[in-house]
């Protein structure tokens, strides 16, 4: 049907599992449903609309309890479904290096 995005294997979920899209400053919360997973990314189907939230970064929940998740960048919108991408710590910390690195320089 599509073309499959994502390098890496995947695993599918047969009913989805439930987990919650939450903005890095704590301001939004969204439902949604981890459709696929793999080790760099996930197909989520989100509740609700995503018009107006900040996507460039935000926290995927796993747990109801907010222990385990995960860090992610929006990769791709079709409809109510999203792709992101897991964003590692030292990716994060590179681009703090980065940043300062220009901000000496100039």
């Known amino acids: 049907m599509g073309t499959e995005r994502r390098k ?3 695993v599918t979920f047969e009913r989805g ?4 899209m939450m903005g890095i400053d704590g301001t939004w919360r969204r439902n949604c449903t981890m459709e696929d997973v793999s080790e760099i990314g996930a ?13 460039k970064e935000f926290f995927l929940l796993l747990s109801s309890t907010g222990l385990a998740y995960r860090r992610c960048e929006l990769a791709w919108v079709n409809g109510d479904q999203i792709g992101v991408n897991f964003l590692k710590q030292t990716d994060k910390k590179k681009k703090t290096t980065r940043q300062n690195s220009a901000t000496a320089d100039a």
Request: proline share 0%.
């Open 8 to 10: 890496g294997e995947r």
């Open 43 to 55: 197909k989520l189907t989100v509740e609700g609309s995503i018009e107006g939230l900040h996507l």
């Open 17 to 20: 599992y439930s987990a919650h």
